[in-house]
């Protein structure tokens, strides 16, 4: 953990002040002048905003999708690749973010301890709205406290050799040089004794933050849009709360790893009465207001963005074509560093409900001539949404890809092409010109980091396991039977129910059904990662894509192959904690298996 440098460019002049500072330039500014000048203050606490990623490429420019069966990295020197091919270790964390998460906590804690303090006023005229604000400032700084002690748990939380369920080091407050030299006093607490720490930070989150930013107040009003709202921590809680009640995240009395893809649940009573626990939790905040209703993400709702969706409880935006030069088709001067893989093609249903790997979906893929074009032809709505395929007509360009080998858009003709028969369609622009070098242009985007539709899937997860599929549980109006039909039939258009039926026939196939829901819901939005190791889903399965020849009658014919077989070992299931901290701090118990 760091000491906080504050670094301000150009010349700071305050004038009107009690006690004016003098001028002065950035290296005679002192922390005691910067908690005089509220403007110096608050963007303190904007650090720790800023270190949040605008775009969902953010893992060194790819999806972290890639590192799971949704997709591959084109790019073999990419973070993500490296993380599939078992390069993790103690030393090396492709995707570590320990060092920067605990930066952010010292902006925020620095911020608590000195930015709300009656030496800075936030409003000189008004003692009433300098205390809102305060309030609104301090509903903000234990929503970014929540937000990065919760990033260090989701990829450092895990299990220690001794079975026991661990979280990360908790800081509740501002680290000052004495207290980092001695090491040995920072350990890791229990994984459930870090959840509760970040749920109470985020229930004086919701008691402080407005509910929405809106109208014309300067620190209320539309101009303060992006910034944290009570829906945006209550989002925040059912996340943590579920990945609280998982199974890779119980002691090993409760819950045992017996190999990749596989556990025993070892004390089913107390298992499901943490279910319960988090399912009433979850149920409470789908009351809130603006809850409880699922909002289809659009393809306009994240790119080529005209307005904000109303699902949106906290989000990044950002105005270029970034995000185009690294996923587009080389065809389209795009470098394709995330495509799509053929395991999540078929992960999705075709119109009539059933899967598609299911011959009652109106399609055999098994047939070594299967034409895959039918396939793509019975997709529910979904799936154009998130993939684009053989045939498939490029955004606004009018002229279907072609990834057949020689095709323009294959692999064979550009070396930077697609290597699965997939492109990314989620996130980017339909302006399919817009990286022409002679005239290039920039697309409006939204990342949403937190969605209230999310809630919704969370407590479908969260009621399945504590009541099964059909059962309405305490405090809830519905089911998690209610709330999947809903999701497939206003997102997939999927109006038969057939399929649905039959998996709430019991709590584990029902389990399974809102497992890849929710890969499909959340698909390149970075969640697939994480769900797999907290379900110890099996990491390790090969992904694959299609081959395409155009045979001689211009018709086509596919071949499902293996692109990049994954690594993965039954201890990536937690990532290890740095090889510098366990080094200096014998007090730092480290993850099973590293």
Same mark, same amino acid.
Not at 28 to 44: C, S
Not at 63 to 87: I, P, R, W
Not at 244 to 250: E, N
Not at 381 to 402: E, H, K, M, P, W
């Given at each position: #953990?760091?000491?906080?440098?504050?670094?301000?460019?150009?010349?700071?002049?305050?004038?009107?002040?009690?006690?004016?500072?003098?001028?002065?330039?950035?290296?005679?500014?002192?922390?005691?002048?910067?908690?005089?000048?509220?403007?110096?203050? #608050?963007?303190?606490?904007?650090? %720790?905003? @800023?270190?949040?990623?605008?775009?969902? *490429?953010?893992?060194?420019?790819?999806?972290?999708?890639?590192?799971?069966?949704?997709?591959?990295?084109?790019?073999?020197?990419?973070?993500?690749?490296?993380?599939?091919?078992?390069?993790?270790?103690?030393?090396?964390?492709?995707?570590?973010?320990?060092?920067?998460?605990? @930066? #952010?906590?010292?902006?925020?804690?620095?911020?608590?301890?000195?930015?709300?303090? =009656?030496?800075?006023?936030?409003?000189?005229?008004?003692?009433?709205?300098?205390? /809102?604000?305060?309030?609104?400032?301090?509903?903000?700084?234990?929503?970014?406290?929540?937000?990065? $002690?919760?990033?260090?748990?989701?990829?450092?939380?895990?299990?220690?050799?001794?079975?026991?369920?661990?979280?990360?080091?908790?800081?509740? $407050?501002?680290?000052?040089?004495?207290?980092?030299?001695?090491?040995?006093?920072?350990?890791?607490?229990?994984? /459930?004794?870090?959840?509760?720490?970040?749920?109470?930070?985020?229930?004086?989150?919701?008691?402080?933050?407005?509910?929405?930013?809106?109208?014309?107040?300067?620190?209320?009003?539309?101009?303060?849009?992006?910034?944290?709202?009570?829906?945006?921590?209550?989002?925040?809680?059912?996340?943590?709360?579920?990945?609280? %009640?998982?199974?890779?995240? /119980?002691? *090993?009395?409760?819950?045992?790893? !017996?190999?990749?893809?596989?556990?025993?649940?070892?004390?089913?009573?107390?298992? /499901?009465?943490?279910?319960?626990?988090?399912?009433?939790?979850?149920?409470?905040?789908?009351? #809130?207001?603006?809850?409880? !209703?699922?909002?289809?993400?659009?393809?306009?709702?994240?790119?080529?963005?005209?307005?904000?969706?109303?699902?949106?409880?906290?989000?990044?935006?950002?105005?270029?074509?970034?995000?185009?030069? @690294?996923?587009?088709?080389?065809?389209?001067?795009?470098?394709?560093?995330?495509?799509?893989?053929?395991?999540?093609?078929?992960?999705?249903?075709?119109?009539?409900?059933?899967?598609? !790997?299911?011959?009652?979906?109106?399609?055999?893929?098994?047939?070594?001539?299967?034409?895959?074009?039918?396939?793509?032809?019975?997709?529910?709505?979904?799936?154009?949404?998130?993939?684009?395929?053989?045939?498939?007509?490029?955004?606004?360009?009018?002229?279907?890809?072609?990834?057949?080998?020689?095709?323009? =858009?294959?692999?064979?003709? @550009?070396?930077? %092409?697609? !290597?699965?028969?997939?492109?990314?369609?989620?996130?980017?622009?339909?302006?399919?010109?817009?990286?022409?070098?002679?005239?290039?242009?920039?697309? %409006? $985007?939204?990342?949403?980091?937190?969605?209230?539709?999310?809630?919704?899937?969370?407590?479908?997860?969260?009621?399945?396991?504590?009541?099964?599929?059909?059962?309405?549980?305490?405090?809830?109006?519905?089911?998690?039977?209610?709330?999947?039909?809903?999701?497939?039939?206003?997102?997939?258009?999927?109006?038969?129910?057939?399929?649905?039926?039959?998996?709430?026939?019991?709590?584990?196939?029902?389990?399974?059904?809102?497992?890849?829901?929710?890969?499909?819901?959340?698909?390149?939005?970075?969640?697939?990662?994480?769900?797999?190791?907290?379900?110890?889903?099996?990491?390790?399965?090969?992904?694959?894509?299609?081959?395409?020849?155009?045979?001689?009658?211009?018709?086509?014919?596919?071949?499902?192959?293996?692109?990049?077989?994954?690594?993965?070992?039954?201890?990536?299931?937690?990532?290890?904690?740095?090889?510098?901290?366990?080094?200096?701090?014998?007090?730092?118990?480290?993850?099973?298996?590293?």
């Amino acid at each position: #953990m760091n000491r906080l440098y504050i670094i301000l460019a150009g010349i700071l002049l305050v004038s009107g002040c009690e006690k004016a500072l003098d001028t002065k330039v950035t290296w005679q500014i002192g922390d005691e002048d910067v908690w005089r000048v509220p403007e110096l203050a #608050m963007g303190v606490l904007h650090k %720790a905003y @800023n270190g949040i990623s605008n775009r969902p *490429d953010c893992y060194a420019e790819n999806f972290l999708d890639a590192a799971t069966d949704n997709a591959v990295c084109t790019q073999h020197s990419a973070s993500v690749y490296k993380l599939g091919q078992g390069a993790m270790t103690s030393f090396n964390n492709p995707i570590g973010n320990w060092s920067t998460c605990y @930066n #952010m906590l010292e902006y925020v804690n620095s911020f608590l301890e000195n930015g709300l303090s =009656d030496n800075v006023l936030y409003n000189r005229e008004d003692p009433d709205k300098d205390a /809102q604000i305060k309030d609104r400032l301090r509903g903000e700084a234990y929503f970014l406290r929540a937000w990065w $002690h919760f990033e260090l748990l989701r990829m450092y939380g895990g299990k220690s050799a001794d079975g026991k369920a661990l979280g990360v080091p908790v800081a509740d $407050h501002y680290i000052s040089y004495e207290e980092a030299s001695e090491n040995g006093m920072f350990i890791r607490p229990s994984y /459930q004794a870090t959840v509760d720490f970040i749920c109470n930070d985020l229930d004086l989150a919701m008691e402080l933050l407005p509910a929405s930013y809106s109208g014309s107040d300067q620190n209320f009003g539309d101009t303060q849009i992006g910034r944290a709202t009570s829906g945006a921590a209550a989002v925040l809680k059912s996340r943590v709360l579920l990945y609280s %009640a998982s199974p890779a995240m /119980q002691d *090993d009395d409760i819950v045992k790893i !017996t190999g990749m893809g596989t556990y025993e649940v070892v004390n089913p009573g107390i298992y /499901q009465k943490k279910w319960e626990l988090v399912a009433k939790q979850i149920a409470r905040i789908l009351t #809130m207001e603006g809850f409880g !209703t699922y909002v289809p993400l659009l393809p306009s709702d994240i790119a080529d963005a005209q307005s904000e969706s109303s699902d949106f409880a906290f989000r990044r935006y950002f105005n270029n074509n970034l995000l185009e030069a @690294n996923h587009f088709p080389p065809y389209y001067f795009g470098k394709s560093m995330t495509v799509p893989s053929h395991n999540l093609v078929k992960a999705f249903c075709a119109k009539n409900g059933f899967p598609v !790997t299911d011959p009652r979906s109106g399609v055999d893929i098994s047939g070594p001539a299967f034409d895959m074009s039918r396939l793509y032809s019975v997709m529910d709505d979904r799936f154009s949404r998130v993939i684009y395929s053989q045939g498939s007509v490029f955004g606004n360009s009018g002229t279907a890809l072609d990834m057949s080998e020689g095709g323009r =858009d294959s692999h064979g003709y @550009n070396e930077n %092409a697609t !290597t699965t028969g997939y492109y990314l369609a989620k996130f980017v622009s339909t302006v399919s010109g817009m990286l022409n070098p002679v005239a290039s242009a920039g697309s %409006a $985007h939204y990342n949403p980091l937190l969605r209230k539709s999310e809630v919704l899937l969370n407590y479908a997860e969260a009621s399945n396991e504590a009541y099964g599929p059909k059962a309405v549980g305490e405090g809830s109006s519905v089911s998690a039977y209610d709330i999947i039909k809903s999701i497939r039939s206003l997102a997939g258009g999927i109006m038969s129910d057939a399929w649905l039926d039959e998996c709430a026939g019991g709590k584990d196939t029902f389990r399974a059904l809102i497992q890849n829901e929710r890969r499909l819901e959340f698909a390149f939005e970075n969640h697939r990662y994480f769900d797999m190791r907290r379900w110890l889903l099996p990491l390790d399965e090969d992904v694959c894509g299609v081959e395409i020849t155009r045979n001689e009658d211009n018709t086509f014919s596919y071949r499902e192959k293996v692109v990049e077989p994954r690594k993965y070992t039954v201890r990536d299931y937690y990532a290890p904690l740095p090889y510098a901290e366990i080094s200096k701090n014998p007090n730092l118990v480290n993850n099973t298996g590293w």
